[in-house]
């Protein structure tokens, strides 16, 4: 059964840097979205980054356009969020989520579209 793991959580000040990765395991799809999301206490889950194996262009919500950037190592089917200039609304736990692809599904940055899902990794960004 595929198993995504996130790590690279924790703490840091505004300002900071944190690098996200997702380790995925038993992993057969020929082409897949990668996508990550988090959600805040009292929020509804959002999908912050995500991005196609066959189509490449990465999908960015605009609250973190230009802060994060995502990216994904498909040899070792890993992929990772890169997040700068964190702000304290950026608090929350951030998971990781894939999904397979076809000509007929070509899913959407929303939690919806995402079949599998790691555990989350909690991000707090505070002074």
């Known amino acids: 059964q595929l198993q995504l793991v996130e790590a690279g959580g924790g703490l840091v000040q505004p300002g900071g840097s944190l690098r996200l990765s997702c380790a995925i395991s038993?992993?057969?799809?020929?082409?897949?979205?990668i996508g990550w999301f988090r959600q805040a206490p009292g929020k509804q889950r959002e999908g912050i980054s995500c991005?196609?194996?066959?189509?490449?262009?990465?999908y960015y919500a605009d609250s973190v356009k230009g802060r994060f950037t995502i990216s994904v190592d498909y040899a070792k089917n890993t992929g990772t969020l890169q997040m700068s200039n964190l702000k304290p609304e950026d608090t929350a736990v951030y998971y990781c989520?894939?999904?397979?692809?076809?000509?007929?599904?070509?899913?959407?940055?929303?939690?919806?579209?995402?079949?599998?899902w790691g555990r989350g990794t909690q991000v707090t960004v505070s002074s």
């Open positions: 989520a894939v999904v397979r692809r076809s000509p007929t599904f070509l899913p959407r940055c929303i939690s919806d579209d995402h079949s599998h």
């Open positions: 991005i196609s194996r066959r189509d490449g262009n990465p």
């Open positions: 038993r992993f057969t799809f020929d082409d897949y979205a």
